[in-house]
Nanobody, 121 residues
């Protein structure tokens, strides 16, 4: 059973930075794509960024390109999301996920419990 635990979310001012971490444990994760999604109050969960486990190829949703960077440390089974130039509209619960890849929620079978990111204006 794959387990994912997020950390790093907190209150930050607009323009600030945060780094989210996702610690993965359980069966070997090679072959899984690791991703970050977010869900704001009253909205559907949306894709943020993903990275393939073996080759480290990242991809992002347009609204975070140039501001967010996803990376992974295979030795530590950790995926990071560096978030810079944060905006109030980035406020959401951020979820780590493992699965087949892409930007669709249904392609990811494993999810963490989420970490709250709040950006004040």
């Amino acid at each position: 059973q794959v387990q994912l635990v997020e950390s790093g979310g907190r209150l930050v001012e607009a323009g600030g930075s945060l780094r989210l971490s996702c610690a993965a444990s359980g069966p070997v994760l090679s072959g899984y794509t690791m991703a970050w999604f977010r869900q704001a109050p009253g909205k559907e969960r949306e894709f943020v960024a993903a990275i393939t486990w073996n080759y480290g190829t990242p991809y992002y949703t347009d609204s975070v390109k140039g501001r967010f960077t996803i990376s992974r440390d295979n030795a530590k089974n950790t995926v990071l999301l560096q978030m810079n130039s944060l905006k109030p509209e980035d406020t959401a619960i951020y979820y780590c996920a493992a699965g087949e890849g892409g930007s669709v929620v249904g392609r990811y079978g494993y999810w963490g419990q989420g970490t709250q990111v709040t950006v004040s204006s």
